[in-house]
């Protein structure tokens, strides 16, 4: 048997495989390293898509940009400033005649004249004063929706002590702007700020807005039942949306003039247009009321409901169009909470079991 001793054995000497093949040295030569960007644009998707969402608010609260110079302003101006003329001019001439022909009646035609223009005067200064006041609420809305999402402490301080400056007239907000101003050192964060302004001061002035435009649409409901001609319903649905949009517009500190009137009754409008406001018919009572009970109601009840609906829906516009800030710490109000009283006087009143009449 062979012996099982460890022995020596010599390995014949092998050479390097990448030796056998080796290549012959180049010359160096520049070499251009291209950066990855992968990452970067990895980092890029990842913060676009998280701002995604405050972008999409800002963009959405930014409003048009309106142009300075047009046609139609130059026209209006332009005929405006002939009317003043000619009535200047005419008036004018009726005092000088007058003051020939008889001095006292010239001197007091001269004083009447002095107090229509002094008269004039105050009301295009209120005008004017109603017109910044407007564009002031208008501006701190869209501050608002811009500073509601960063976190820029100066920003929303000097919002908030703006929003209060409004207020600062007004008896029944008197404990809201001293909260407001307690709060210069203790709430930091930009987002509870606003929260705080528009819990303590803005939601009071919600309630009695919301209460107004309840009490306007009953109102509406219950002359439409009652009125004997369709023109009736329609001069009083449109006095109460007239009376609505001043009243609430001055409850959130607008109190506009007469110009200013007409342009945020155009507002008030242009919202009820985008949100289907103004969508009338069958249809939308039957939406809101549910389960057939417009086809119980008669006709002049139904008309009731439906003006007393549209009145409401011209309030929450009206709400929209005048507060100062949106709404995000406070739910907005909907067209059941301002209309709620008017479907329940409207719905089939239960039989003496307890029970809803079938019939």
């Excluded at 609260?61 to 130059?74: M, V």
């Excluded at 705080?196 to 002035?205: D, K, T």
């Excluded at 609505?244 to 200013?260: A, F, K, Q, T």
Aim: include cysteine; aromatic fraction near 4%; hydrophobic fraction near 50%.
């Amino acid at each position: 048997m062979a012996s099982n001793h460890p022995r020596a054995f010599r390995l014949p000497p092998t050479e390097p495989k990448a030796a056998a093949h080796a290549e012959a040295p180049r010359s160096p030569r520049a070499v251009t390293i291209a950066p990855d960007t992968s990452l970067d644009l990895l980092l890029a998707g990842e913060a676009s898509s998280a701002a995604s969402a405050p972008a999409a608010s800002v963009l959405a609260a930014a409003p048009p940009r309106r142009r300075l110079f047009g046609f139609g302003r130059l026209l209006a101006s332009a005929l405006g400033g002939l009317a003043l003329i000619a009535l200047a001019t005419a008036i004018e001439r009726y005092v000088a005649s007058l003051l020939e022909e008889n001095a006292w009646l010239g001197g007091l035609a001269l004083a009447l004249a002095a107090l229509a223009g002094l008269a004039l005067l105050g009301l295009i200064g209120r005008e004017t004063l109603a017109i910044l006041r407007q564009r002031r609420i208008t501006a701190l809305r869209q501050r608002a929706a811009l500073l509601s999402d960063g976190r820029d402490v100066a920003g929303m301080a000097a919002l908030v002590a703006d929003l209060a400056s409004i207020y600062a007239s007004r008896p029944d907000t008197a404990r809201a702007r001293a909260l407001l101003a307690g709060l210069h050192g203790d709430v930091l964060d930009p987002q509870d700020r606003l929260a705080v302004a528009e819990r303590e001061l803005i939601a009071p002035l919600d309630g009695q807005a919301r209460q107004l435009v309840a009490a306007a649409a009953q109102r509406v409901s219950i002359v439409t039942a009652l009125a004997p001609r369709a023109v009736f319903d329609v001069l009083f649905v449109a006095g109460q949306s007239l009376w609505i949009i001043r009243r609430v517009s001055e409850i959130y500190g607008s109190r506009p003039g007469l110009i200013g009137f007409f342009g945020l009754t155009r507002r008030v409008l242009s919202h009820l247009a985008i949100t289907g406001g103004m969508a009338v018919g069958d249809g939308l009572v039957q939406q809101v009321l549910g389960h057939g009970i417009a086809s119980r109601l008669s006709a002049k009840l139904g008309e009731g409901v439906l003006n007393g609906l549209l009145t409401a829906r011209v309030g929450l516009a009206t709400i929209e169009a005048c507060r100062p800030l949106p709404f995000r710490a406070v739910t907005g109000p909907k067209l059941m909470d301002v209309a709620g009283a008017l479907l329940r006087k409207s719905a089939p009143l239960p039989d003496e079991k307890g029970q809803a009449d079938p019939h």
